[in-house]
């Protein structure tokens, strides 16, 4: 069975770093893409940002220069990198995974949430 299994996440001051990594395992048979969308207290879903099989990113604006995402596929996993953070970035942080399941048509597009890890930036 496929999983995602986040980690990073922390309490960091205003324009402090840290980097989430989410590493999926269970031996996906490909991934389509994977992203990262955070939750914050009070606030809608707001998907982060995505990069796809070939190796595209797609970010949200209110993050674009700050964040990037990249990965390591012979790891299988996927890091965001978050830079000059500020308290708004406060959020739980969830990693997903779109991915193939098998040969068949209907596995083509399948997706796994991982639980979450907070990050927490401090004013």
């Known amino acids: 069975q496929v999983q995602v299994v986040e980690s990073g996440g922390g309490l960091v001051q205003a324009g402090g770093s840290l980097r989430l990594s989410c590493a999926a395992t269970?031996?996906?048979?490909?991934?389509?893409?994977i992203g990262w969308t955070r939750q914050a207290p009070g606030n809608d879903n707001e998907l982060v940002a995505t990069?796809?099989?070939?190796?595209?990113?797609n970010y949200t604006d209110s993050v674009k220069g700050r964040f990037t995402i990249s990965r390591d596929i012979a790891k299988n996993t996927v890091y965001l990198q978050m830079n000059s953070l500020k308290p708004e970035d406060t959020a739980v942080y969830y990693c997903?995974?779109?991915?193939?399941?098998?040969?068949?048509?209907?596995?083509?597009?399948?997706?796994?949430w991982g639980q979450g890890t907070l990050v927490t930036v401090s004013s």
């Open positions: 269970g031996n996906p048979f490909s991934i389509n893409a």
């Open positions: 997903h995974a779109d991915y193939r399941g098998s040969y068949y048509p209907e596995d083509s597009h399948l997706e796994v």
């Open positions: 990069i796809n099989s070939d190796g595209s990113t």
